[in-house]
Structure formats: C-alpha cells, structure tokens
C-alpha cells in the first residue's frame, strides 16, 4: 500500500485479514500479517510512478 496510513487503519486491515484466515479454520496464531508501505514515487501505475498518475489519491 501507499505509505501514510495511519496506525488504526493498520490495525483493522491486520484484524480484517487474520479474520478471513480464521474464517477459513487456520488459527489465528497461525496467521502473520505484514504491512509494507510503499512511497508512490516507487509505486508504479499505467507506466508512471503513482506519484505522478495519482498526485491527488488518498492513500487506503
């Protein structure tokens, strides 16, 4: 994702994700989630950095 998130977005998509693993019968102990955030100079879409093609975009 796009860095700048902030900590209780990060938060819920851990909650949300290791819940979908639950749901599916693994246990949550087995679940690891990581959050890799991303400059959107380093992002790129439609052959352009984020940055540029999405200047305007609120990171999720």
Do not use: C, L, Y
Request: hydrophobic share 40%; no cysteine.
């Amino acid at each position: 994702m796009w860095k700048g998130i902030s900590n209780d977005a990060v938060e819920k998509i851990i909650e949300g994700i290791t819940q979908v693993f639950v749901d599916m019968g693994i246990p949550t102990q087995a679940v690891e989630v990581i959050v890799h955030e991303i400059p959107k100079s380093h992002w790129g879409i439609d052959g352009k950095p984020a940055s540029k093609s999405r200047p305007d975009a609120i990171p999720p």
